[in-house]
């Protein structure tokens, strides 16, 4: 009778592990779609190859997220800039590729290279908490991506 209670113990204790694992991994399903949409596009004019946009994280902000389209063995260079007439400057970035992958710095040149795979890029601006003092932190982030053709010879 024992190793029967024990038994159902023991079951029933995976199975709400197995529920709580359920819920965090709906929870975190949802919060990563919740910011993919909040996401500000990064857009480029028709036949651009370049795009320059700005922005500004008030005091309470840390961070501020954009997203592009783009395609495996494109050449791209994204570049953050401070912005002018801000106290502060947000100078992290970090682009999140489709496979997964991450890659980043502070400041000046963030991403320099060939693009890995074919989808939706996500670019992670944020300010430095190491060195903030918690003022209004601007930025300019130019985007360069070079068409398929033009990227041939620098993704061999």
Known sequence: MLSMNHQTVSLASKGIQALLLSTAL???????AVAKNSDTPIQ???????STTTGKL?????EHWYHFQAGSSQYAVINILPLAGTAETANVGVLHMPNGKQDGTKGGIIYQGCLPTTGDYRLRIARNLMATQGKTAGYKIETMILPKYASQSLCK
């Open 44 to 50: 480029f004019a028709k036949g651009a190859i370049t």
């Open 58 to 62: 008030s005091p309470n902000e840390d």
């Open 26 to 32: 709906a929870v975190i399903t949802a919060n990563s």
